[in-house]
C-alpha cells in the first residue's frame, strides 16, 4: 500500500500570509503513460466531509479559489494558499489515487497566527 | 444538485453485524464506482471498499477484507456496506463517496458506527 505523509502537522499563518503544506508519497505515483500524477488535495471543515480542491496535483476543483495551488510530481508535492483568509482554516489532506485502497495523509491542520 | 445520503450507522458490540445504506441523489449512480471510506480521530481517512459502475469489481482494504461486503442496487440509486464481525477499531464515521471525473468528488455527510462492549 502507498503511504502519503505530511509536514507539518500543524501551521499558524498570518491572515494575508502565505501557507505551504507538503506531502510525501512513500511510491511514484506519476503514470508515465498519461504524465499524470494521482494526487488530490482535500480540505475539511468542522462537521463537514471533505472537500475536493486539487486533482492531478495541479488542477483546480471547479469554484476552488485561484490563491490554492498544488504542485509537484513523482513522491513530492505541495498545497500551497498564497494569501490566506480567515475561511481558509481548516484541516488539509493530500490523497494518491494511483492504487487502491486509496490512502490520505494524515493531515495537517491550518489555523490563524 | 447532487447528493450522497448515508444511514444504518448505530452502537453495536464487538462482533456483531450492521449494514449501511447510502442513497444518492441527482447524478447518474450507473455510471460510476462508489466508495466507502471512513474517518476516525487516530487513524485518520481510510478508503475501505469500492464497487465497480456495474457491480462486477468489489475490492476491500485489507483491514475489512472477509468481514465487510459493498454492494449496489442501480435501479435504486443505492449503495451498500455489510459489515459483520465488527471490532473497536471499526468505530468511525462511515462516509460514501464518488469520484465522476478523478477522485472524491461527492461526498455524503456521513453515519456513525461505534463497536463497544
Known amino acids: 500500500d502507498i503511504v502519503m505523509t505530511q509536514s507539518p502537522e500543524s501551521l499558524a499563518v498570518s491572515l494575508g500570509e502565505r501557507a505551504t503544506i507538503n506531502c510525501k508519497s512513500s511510491q511514484n505515483i506519476l503514470y508515465s503513460s498519461n504524465n499524470k500524477n494521482y494526487l488530490a488535495w482535500f480540505q475539511q471543515k468542522p462537521g463537514q466531509p471533505p472537500k475536493l480542491l486539487i486533482y492531478?496535483?495541479?488542477n483546480r476543483e471547479s469554484g476552488v479559489p485561484d490563491r490554492f495551488s498544488g504542485s509537484g510530481s513523482g513522491t513530492d508535492f505541495t498545497l500551497t494558499i498564497s494569501s490566506l483568509q480567515a475561511e481558509d482554516v481548516a484541516v488539509y489532506y493530500c490523497q494518491q489515487y494511483f492504487s487502491f485502497p486509496y490512502s490520505f495523509g494524515q493531515g495537517t491542520k491550518l489555523e490563524i497566527k | 444538485q447532487v447528493q450522497l445520503v448515508e444511514s444504518g450507522g448505530d452502537v453495536v458490540q464487538p462482533g456483531m453485524s450492521l449494514r449501511l445504506s447510502c442513497e444518492v441523489f441527482?447524478?447518474?449512480?450507473?455510471?460510476?464506482?462508489m466508495y466507502w471510506v471512513r474517518q476516525t480521530p487516530g487513524k485518520g481517512l481510510e478508503c475501505v471498499a469500492v464497487i465497480s459502475d456495474d457491480t462486477t469489481n468489489k475490492i476491500y482494504a485489507d483491514s475489512v477484507k472477509g468481514r465487510f461486503t459493498i454492494s449496489r442496487d442501480n435501479s435504486k440509486n443505492m449503495v451498500y456496506l455489510q459489515m459483520s464481525s465488527l471490532r473497536v477499531e471499526d468505530t468511525a464515521l462511515y462516509y460514501c463517496?464518488?469520484?465522476?471525473?478523478?477522485?472524491?468528488?461527492?461526498w455524503g455527510q456521513g453515519t456513525v458506527v461505534t463497536v463497544s462492549s
Open positions: 463517496a464518488t469520484a465522476s471525473m478523478t477522485t472524491f468528488d461527492y
Open positions: 441527482g447524478f447518474t449512480f450507473s455510471s460510476y464506482a
Open positions: 492531478w496535483a495541479s
